[in-house]
């Protein structure tokens, strides 16, 4: 028993902190939570693998851009970053304010901002394809929006487990351009690749979500 009030509000202080310290380790942040379920967050790195084929490759940015205000073209490759350092490698970035941290959720929009070089670049729709059946021409520049929306991609979850609208590791994914009010089509596999460097496919926008079986299908993967 205490004897007193201040050894009743000692032990009132130490009990408050031991649950404190309870507390701490039994909640865990949302992202470290999101992180433990495979749930992509934003500022997370991925790598997208195409599922045309089973395997169209991975996005990649390959050689420099002959495109007016682009960098970097964008084709796919056998492996990812064998081309060069991280150039298969993309940071998800919200396009509408959400942190870095928060969870990203099917129907979002998003920037894909390739790790390649000092000089990061932003995947973006750059020109009208001549491709059969393509949209617009895909490449990678320095500018966050090179045009109105070229730069911003709806992502949109084919299905998760569980079936909550987040995105997930392994998940397939659709990514529609929102240039011209989203009508930049979806980001599709079109034709083998004329890029050296290992190159696999062409990268282009289509008017459909699947032009081929799985050309406008991505899987994402931790990098």
């Not at 996005?59 to 084709?75: E, R």
């Not at 490759?77 to 969870?103: C, H, L, M, Y």
Request: aromatic share 8%; net charge positive.
């Amino acid at each position: 028993m205490f004897r007193t009030t201040k050894q009743r509000l000692a032990a009132c202080t130490a009990a408050a902190a031991v649950a404190a310290a309870a507390a701490s380790f039994a909640a865990p942040t949302a992202a470290t939570g999101a992180a433990a379920r495979g749930e992509l967050t934003y500022g997370s790195i991925i790598l997208l693998q195409n599922q045309y084929g089973g395997d169209g490759g991975y996005l990649d940015t390959n050689g420099v851009s002959s495109q007016p205000g682009a960098t970097y073209n964008v084709s796919t490759n056998d492996r990812p970053n064998s081309r060069g350092p991280a150039t298969s490698e993309w940071r998800v970035v919200s396009a509408t304010g959400k942190a870095t941290g928060a969870r990203v959720i099917s129907g979002d929009v998003v920037y894909l901002i390739n790790q390649y070089g000092s000089h990061h670049t932003y995947l973006d729709t750059n020109g009208v394809s001549d491709q059969a059946g393509a949209k617009y021409k895909v490449s990678a520049t320095t500018t966050k929006d090179r045009g109105p929306g070229t730069g911003k991609w709806h992502i949109f979850g084919v299905r998760s487990s569980p079936n909550d609208g987040h995105i997930r590791t392994d998940d397939i994914v659709h990514l529609l351009n929102d240039y011209g009010s989203a009508n930049g089509g979806f980001l599709d596999t079109n034709g083998r690749s004329s890029q050296g460097g290992g190159a696999k496919y062409g990268v282009s926008t289509s008017p459909y979500s699947d032009r081929g079986t799985g050309t406008g299908s991505w899987k994402v993967l931790p990098s």
